[in-house]
């Protein structure tokens, strides 16, 4: 079993309406979990931490179920420029971080 | 302020040829990572540098993949001789947490193309 697992998608979201996604991690250990968002040929960069508790930024949520063994990531109003791939990322120990292949974000017009 | 610095963006070679790729992480930023990203997959740790000190390369293939960090401050991956299978983007990564983890920024990677 992969030690991060995401669907890749494509989740396909017409414009204005709510996408969530979740992420399914392996090592129960594991301290301090992330999104990134991945653009097209580019590189990633932090979207937000999950903490416990979860946390919003703007139209983004994100979840933490420990229990299960999972994070999600919710984005309301999807704009255009949302089309992405992010990728979910666990810390299992110090600096040794796990990237998910990525959900893939496809916002549609 | 300047970000994490990658060169070349572009590399084609043959197969058995070798190749190198170097990074200048970002002023302060103790800690520089190389992953390999394929296509449709997520990076993946090739080798971790706190300061000079590689810290995390069991990821590494040894056999024709090499790494350093002189001064630790820039950095040079190595390949020698390039397979096709290593057709990829190399990332580097760099951020200031040491024993935690801080934000990671990432170079624009370097993408190889093995013929």
Redesign the interface.
């Given at each position: 079993r992969k030690e991060?697992e995401q669907d890749?998608g494509p989740f396909n979201v017409p414009e204005g309406a709510t996408v969530a996604f979740n992420c399914t991690y392996s090592n129960s250990a594991s301290q301090?979990f992330f999104w990134?968002r991945q653009d097209c040929r580019?590189?990633?960069?932090?979207l937000m931490s999950v903490y416990s508790s979860g946390n919003e930024d703007g139209r983004f949520t994100a979840q933490l179920n420990r229990a299960s063994q999972y994070i999600s990531l919710l984005i309301r109003d999807s704009k255009l420029s949302d089309s992405a791939t992010y990728?979910c990322v666990v810390?299992r120990n110090?600096?040794?971080?796990a990237?998910?292949?990525?959900n893939q974000v496809v916002v549609i017009p | 302020e300047a970000g994490v610095v990658q060169s070349p963006r572009y590399k084609i070679i043959e197969k058995k040829q070798p190749v190198a790729f170097w990074c200048n992480p970002i002023s302060g930023h103790n800690t520089l990572y190389w992953y390999l990203q394929n296509l449709g997959q997520g990076p993946e740790l090739l080798i971790r540098y706190e300061n000079e000190e590689a810290v995390d390369d069991s990821q590494l293939p040894k056999d024709r993949f090499s790494a350093e960090r002189l001064k630790g401050v820039d950095s040079t991956l190595k390949i020698q001789p390039a397979e096709l299978g290593d057709s990829a983007v190399y990332l580097c990564a760099s951020s200031t947490g040491t024993g935690g983890v801080g934000e990671l920024f990432f170079g624009e990677g370097s993408r190889l193309t093995v013929l």
């Open positions: 991060v890749p301090s990134y580019k590189e990633p960069k932090l990728l810390n110090g600096n040794r971080l990237f998910g292949k990525g | -």
